[in-house]
T-cell receptor
Framework: GENVEQHPSTLSVQEGDSAVIKCTYS??????FPWYKQELGKRPQLIID?????GEKKDQRIAVTLNKTAKHFSLHITETQPEDSAVYFC????????????FGSGTRLSIRP | GAGVSQSPSNKVTEKGKDVELRCDPI?????LYWYRQSLGQGLEFLIY????????KSGLPSDRFSAERTGGSVSTLTIQRTQQEDSAVYLC??????????????FGDGTRLSIL
């Protein structure tokens, strides 16, 4: 079955700098890759997702890149702000609706003022 | 519109008791997941329901855990003979998974379960 690895487990960056979180997956049939943000004590919320027919997707300060050959995908946050502090989870799933979504172990991002 | 609703929001019970946790998914969402999240940890997959297919129970940690989804909508997660290590937040998520592709999951606020 699918296995998703996420790095780093913790990340601290200066406000205004960029943050990058990387994930690898094992199942070459996976084609849907969402990213979730979980603030302390709150539910995970989708921030961006990408499908395997594109290599990069942007939404304001957030971008995700996908390399299907290498089976890895990354989240990039530019011009970080204090409200970006949270735990971020990557995930992967296959094409079929029968394929469950598998999550990475999470990255705790802290933004230093 | 209404999101995923979970109840109760908090549950405190004594070791050895049974508990039932409820999840009301977003109307029309065919896929429903249960996860367990211990303090400061990741999302541990428990069980996955998709339409009328047999559920994927591969994440249930022991036979004390079971789940049902009645009428393709509301789901109940039952933990029998609770143990202290069952203490965690139990999250439910639903999505509009179709035969073509997976769709984003929408999470509920979770049930915080504490076993004394």
């Amino acid at each position: 079955g699918e296995n998703v690895e996420q790095h780093p487990s913790t990340l601290s960056v200066q406000e205004g700098d960029s943050a990058v979180i990387k994930c690898t997956y094992s199942d070459s049939a996976s084609n849907y890759f969402p990213w979730y943000k979980q603030e302390l004590g709150k539910r995970p919320q989708l921030i961006i997702d990408i499908r395997s027919n594109v290599g990069e997707k942007k939404d304001q300060r957030i971008a995700v890149t996908l390399n299907k050959t290498a089976k890895h995908f990354s989240l990039h946050i530019t011009e970080t702000q204090p409200e970006d502090s949270a735990v971020y989870f990557c995930a992967a799933s296959g094409y079929s609706s029968a394929s469950k979504i598998i999550f990475g172990s999470g990255t705790r991002l802290s933004i230093r003022p | 519109g209404a999101g995923v609703s979970q109840s109760p929001s908090n549950k405190v019970t004594e070791k050895g008791k049974d508990v039932e946790l409820r999840c009301d998914p977003i109307s029309g969402h065919t896929a429903l997941y249960w996860y367990r999240q211990s303090l400061g940890q990741g999302l541990e997959f428990l069980i996955y329901f998709q339409g009328n297919s047999a559920p994927d129970k591969s994440g249930l940690p022991s036979d004390r855990f079971s789940a049902e989804r009645t009428g393709g909508s509301v789901s109940t997660l039952t933990i029998q003979r609770t143990q202290q290590e069952d203490s965690a937040v139990y999250l439910c998520a639903s999505s509009l998974a179709t035969g073509y592709s997976n769709q984003p999951q929408h999470f509920g606020d979770g049930t915080r379960l504490s076993i004394l």
